[in-house]
């Protein structure tokens, strides 16, 4: 049988019903908890553990996550959509990862002329370390 969401086989007996729609694991896990980049509790902890770990920058983090913060550290400030062109990564992949960029305030989103950008934590919208911050 196929996800109803992202039309992907399902094992048997690996489906899960929501909403009367007939879902794979990922699709189900994703309706019931998607990721959220604005968390103030995700942002507290990660921050804690990461200085408890010693961790700063890109320490800890996943080949993947490296790679977006690069991508965005050469680029930036850059759309989501061209993040995942150039990475090859589906919307929920995406979001996933840079909740944790986000809540490590390594990179984060903002409005410009009605558009959204995500750009490195503490940079101005011209690429450059902003002082201030």
């Given at each position: ?85 150039k990475l090859s ?45």
């Open positions: 049988m196929l996800c109803t969401k992202c039309n992907n086989e399902i094992p048997e007996g690996e489906q899960c019903l929501h909403r009367n729609q007939l879902l794979c694991e990922d699709c189900y896990l994703e309706r019931l908890e998607p990721p959220r980049t604005c968390d103030v509790a995700a942002v507290h902890s990660a921050k804690l553990s990461r200085k408890m770990a010693g961790q700063e920058g890109t320490d800890g983090l996943t080949e993947l996550q490296k790679s977006i913060y690069d991508y965005i550290k050469a680029e930036g400030p850059v759309t989501a959509e061209q993040i995942m062109n990564l589906t919307k929920l992949q995406l979001e996933r990862n840079f909740a944790i960029l986000r809540h490590c305030e390594l990179a984060h989103g903002f409005r410009e002329n009605g558009k959204i950008l995500i750009k490195l934590w503490g940079e101005d919208t011209l690429g450059k370390m902003n002082i201030a911050d």
